[in-house]
């Protein structure tokens, strides 16, 4: 499969802003997105305005809905996501609850027509995940059997966050995939979450760790040699800006009850190739690694949060689809990546 442009549904706008699903579907079609990551929030979203039914006969109505929508838009869905704050619970009560809803998201993919599910790690309070790593990998390798157990088998891929509470990195991402050992258990390699722990520091004036040019190189050169590219199952492109000022108390998007890396990542990711508007993360060097050291082709997902997303503008799907199909032509012309004809026509018409 050569590389397809794809997008997360709330990388459009955030419904809770007034951005409606099937414009956001308009415009993600007019400006050559192929495929898109449904957030589960634009799903409830959708299944919030139909009438009667229990809340799970709502989300299942939508998911038919939005599966209709796709379609006749000729756009794929990836996966639904994210799974969240799954592994390595404390609380086995809780665990099990997301066993239950996990059987119902199966439902969901199945309607939805996508055969994979994200995990992202958790990044809840410390107190209430274990730090044991055979622990969490016990628990996705349940799920990943449960997958398989799915007509069709189901996969799922798990995405280490950079401010995840236990695991942050790629490496600790690959090592439990590797626990996992399950062939429908893979991996999501995010550029921005990559550069964001080893590369990045929004508490730091000058936005970056100490060492972080030598930590990049070496976490690149494992990349390459480590991973095997079958198990990515896609990958997510984004940068982020440089703050004017660290991200500490008394900065606008300072949270108290967020890891400073949460805070930036929800405000400031930013589109590959933005630097006219502070990108500055080192996400051609990332993508050199997975797209030429590793050889990955498939699905290349526009995972960005920004405060934009949240503005109630009409204009912001338009936007942000634009400025993504933008980042996707750079991306192209830099990485050489093979795209099919059609693929590149249709988007270069629109920009």
């Not at 898109?36 to 634009?42: I, K, R």
């Not at 998911?63 to 209709?68: D, G, M, N, P, Y």
């Not at 799922?156 to 996992?180: H, K, M, N, P």
């Not at 991200?247 to 805070?263: E, I, K, T, V």
Request: hydrophobic share 40%; charged share 25%.
């Amino acid at each position: 499969m050569p590389c397809r442009l794809a997008i997360t549904s709330m990388s459009l706008g955030r419904c809770y802003a007034g951005h409606s699903f099937i414009h956001k579907l308009d415009m993600a079609r007019k400006y050559g997105y192929r495929g898109l990551e449904l957030f589960h929030e634009d799903l409830v979203e959708v299944a919030d305005h139909l009438p009667g039914l229990t809340s799970q006969e709502r989300e299942l109505e939508a998911a038919r809905l939005i599966r209709h929508l796709c379609d006749e838009r000729g756009i794929a869905i990836v996966c639904l996501q994210p799974f969240m704050h799954f592994e390595g619970l404390v609380d086995r009560q809780e665990y099990s609850k997301k066993l239950d809803k996990l059987q119902f998201w199966f439902q969901l993919a199945r309607v939805l027509n996508t055969d994979i599910i994200q995990i992202p790690s958790s990044f809840g309070p410390a107190a209430e995940l274990s730090g044991d790593m055979n622990m969490a990998a016990a628990d996705l390798r349940l799920a990943a059997d449960m997958g398989l157990e799915q007509n069709p088998p189901i996969r799922f891929v798990y995405e280490a966050l950079c401010f995840g509470t236990r695991f942050d990195t790629w490496e600790q991402s690959w090592d439990i995939v590797q626990a996992v050992d399950r062939p429908n258990f893979g991996i999501c390699l995010d550029t921005f979450n990559i550069a964001g722990r080893i590369y990045a520091d929004p508490t730091s004036p000058t936005g970056r760790t100490p060492d972080c040019d030598e930590a990049l190189h070496a976490s690149l050169s494992r990349l390459v040699t480590r991973i095997d590219v079958a198990k990515v199952f896609y990958v997510q492109v984004v940068d982020a800006e440089r703050l004017a000022e660290p991200l500490l108390p008394g900065h606008p998007f300072h949270d108290a009850s967020q890891p400073a890396r949460m805070s930036w990542s929800r405000n400031c990711r930013l589109f590959y190739g933005e630097k006219d508007r502070g990108a500055y993360l080192p996400i051609t060097e990332i993508s050199d690694a997975i797209f030429n050291g590793l050889g990955f082709q498939g699905w290349v997902s526009m995972e960005l949060f920004n405060r934009r997303m949240s503005e109630t503008d009409a204009t912001v799907p338009k936007e942000l689809a634009s400025r993504g199909a933008v980042a996707w032509s750079k991306l192209i012309q830099d990485m050489r990546l093979p795209v099919e004809d059609s693929d590149l026509s249709g988007m270069t018409a629109t920009l």
